[in-house]
C-alpha cells in the first residue's frame, strides 16, 4: 500500500509539472515595426589662406621705425558655421618682439590678394589690433584660440561659396635702444572652430 502510495504521489508531480510546463507554450499575438537607412555623417571645419604655409613677413638688421607689411586672404569652405581667430602659436628669440608693434587690419574688399603677399587692392576696414610705443607688441599678441583676434561674426558654411576675409599685417620696430641686436621668430596661426 505504501508503494502505491508512492508511485501515485510521483505520478502525481509529474503529471502537474507536464501540465504546468505546457502552459508557456501557448501561442501569443505580436506585432512588429522597424525603421531602416538610418545614417549619420559630420560636418566639416576647413580653413586656408593663399600664403602657401610660407613666412607672411620678416625684418633683417633694421633700424626703429622700418616696418614690413603683408596681406593675406583667408577662406573658410567648411561645411558648419565656425568662429575664426587669429594667434601667435609660437615666440621665440632674444626678446625682439617687446619692441615690435603690430597692427592687424580687416579688409572690406573680399576679392583675392595676390599670391606674393602685396596689398594691391587692399581696401582697409576694421582694425582689430593696433597701438603706438609697443602697447600692442608681438609679445603682447594673443597666444590662444580662446584669446584670439577675431571679428565677433561667424563665418557662414562655406560649401558652395568660400567664405573669404583679406587682412594686413604691419610690423614696424619701435623706436626704443633696448631693441638693438635682439630677434625674434613668431608663428601666426588662423583657427576656425564650429559654432
Do not use: E
Request: proline share 3%.
Amino acid at each position: 500500500m505504501r508503494r502505491l502510495r508512492i508511485v501515485t504521489l510521483v505520478s502525481l508531480t509529474i503529471g502537474l509539472a507536464v501540465n504546468l510546463s505546457g502552459m508557456g507554450t501557448w501561442a501569443a499575438f505580436t506585432s512588429s515595426t522597424s525603421n531602416t537607412g538610418n545614417a549619420f555623417s559630420t560636418g566639416t571645419v576647413i580653413i586656408s589662406d593663399n600664403d602657401s604655409n610660407v613666412a607672411m613677413l620678416g625684418l633683417s638688421g633694421v633700424k626703429p621705425g622700418n616696418s614690413n607689411t603683408n596681406c593675406i586672404s583667408v577662406s573658410y569652405t567648411g561645411s558648419l558655421a565656425a568662429n575664426v581667430k587669429l594667434y601667435v602659436s609660437s615666440l621665440t628669440g632674444t626678446g625682439l618682439g617687446t619692441y615690435l608693434q603690430v597692427v592687424v587690419t580687416q579688409g572690406t574688399n573680399t576679392s583675392a590678394i595676390p599670391m606674393d603677399g602685396s596689398c594691391t587692392g587692399f581696401i582697409a576696414g576694421t582694425v582689430l589690433y593696433s597701438g603706438s610705443g609697443g602697447t600692442t607688441s608681438l609679445a603682447q599678441f594673443p597666444t590662444t584660440y580662446a584669446t584670439g583676434l577675431d571679428d565677433a561674426v561667424v563665418w557662414a558654411p562655406g560649401n558652395v561659396t568660400p567664405t573669404v576675409r583679406v587682412y594686413r599685417i604691419v610690423v614696424t620696430v619701435i623706436d626704443d635702444p633696448a631693441a638693438q641686436g635682439l630677434n625674434a621668430t613668431a608663428g601666426f596661426t588662423w583657427q576656425a572652430n564650429n559654432t
